[in-house]
């Protein structure tokens, strides 16, 4: 506040709230890439990597990303990144080519319905032997063992071969063209916890995608503003 109490124009209005190692890293690449001023408030993770209760108080569901512009609080990653291409990219910095425009549209929202359902049911999936009584846990390892491969395993191969198939045709970014787009900001935490996980199923071509991501100056601004990325 300024000292008559009025909030100090210098501040930006636009605050992302990041939780660490999280999907908001998404929205730090975006802003850094637009060069748009913004706050960042942090939050670590507690007990089991869960959410602290300080980001229930932003968001109820306590995911993350979320921001706040104003008056305004949004969370989800897609939303938001209409929202700041709507406002903030007043010169079509991220703007996808014509050329590309429907697979921007698609990706945007492939990767929440269809790719990250699929990643965090496989880390379930995992996850719960380790939760279980120690008596209980041989029968969910070989349950779980069941369902990674002939349910979830062979779904993550079909998805890998589908973006290996676009990326080949859509060279360094999604939408094509010669800078990131909403595709690419929506895609590349997927991508990021897919090889760190889980790089067996993860083509040449995609992980070739995310260490050009990790090279852009502005992801290196990114991962250093938000105080490190275990992903990158």
Known sequence: MSAN??????TPSLTVHHLEDSRSIRIIWLLEELEVPYQIKKYQRVEDRMSPEALKKINPKAGSPVITDGDLTLPE????????RSKYDTTGKI????????????????VEGSLMPLLVDKLIFQM?????????RP??????????GKLLDPRLKIHARLI?????????????????????????????????????????????????????PAFKRAVEKAGGHMYA
């Open 5 to 10: 109490g009025s909030a100090n124009p210098s």
């Open 77 to 84: 990653s897609g939303a938001i990144v209409e929202y700041i």
């Open 95 to 110: 703007a996808p080519p014509e050329s590309g425009k429907i697979d921007d549209l698609y990706y945007l929202h492939y």
């Open 128 to 136: 719960l032997p380790e939760k279980a009584p120690f008596f209980v």
């Open 139 to 148: 029968i969910l390892r070989a349950a779980s063992g069941t369902v990674n």
């Open 164 to 216: 290996e198939e676009h990326l080949a045709k859509s060279g360094d970014f999604f939408a094509g063209g010669d800078h990131p787009t909403a595709a690419d900001f929506m895609i590349i935490f997927a991508l990021e916890i897919w090889g760190h996980r889980h790089p067996e199923l993860l083509g040449d071509k995609a992980k070739a995608y995310v260490k050009k991501i990790h090279s852009r």
